[in-house]
């Protein structure tokens, strides 16, 4: 009974720490995009596709604004997959990294930021809006970050 004991304590000691480094994961804005900038470099399209509110990501897109219900259920399909393919090929994802994130409310701005291979130098790449749903951050709009100048 002894050793069963410590088996049965083991596993509810991992289980534990299991549900707890899970609980973190988009709990911040930074950790959503950090979450989401691992899949790119994984080319983990599950990863991708829940890290983003779909719906609101149409919305901001102007899905909502085809004709019918079933053009615009057509158009964000496509875009999904255009977006997370597009993602999951990680082009350049090693030369990322986490730009500014500014927070306000349940909503908050942030981006990636792409090294030049040659200078070294950083600029922002992509521009992500993020909305706070639950415990939870989402990536709810997705575009190019502006140039400078």
């Keep these: 009974m002894n050793r069963m004991n410590q088996r049965v304590t083991g596993a ?17 804005p930074e ?5 989401f900038l691992a ?14 509110d779909w719906k609101a990501l149409g919305k901001a897109m102007g899905v ?3 004709p019918t219900r079933e053009k615009s259920d057509q158009l964000l399909e ?28 349940s909503t908050a701005q942030g981006g990636f930021m792409r090294q030049d291979s040659l ?10 809006t993020l909305t706070k749903e639950g415990k939870t951050w989402m990536i709810t709009n997705i575009g190019s970050a502006p140039k400078p100048g």
């Design 64 to 66: 909502d604004k085809e």
């Design 31 to 35: 950790a959503t995009l950090k979450d």
């Design 119 to 128: 200078t070294k130098a950083w600029s922002a790449a992509t521009q992500f």
């Design 39 to 52: 899949a790119m470099k994984k080319k983990d399209r599950k990863a991708l596709k829940s890290a983003v």
């Design 78 to 105: 496509t875009m999904k997959v255009v977006y997370v393919e597009g993602f999951a090929l990680g082009k350049q994802a090693d030369n990322f990294k986490i730009g500014k994130v500014t927070t306000k409310g």
């Design 12 to 28: 509810l000691a991992l289980a534990a720490l299991c549900a707890t480094s899970l609980s973190y994961a988009g709990t911040t």
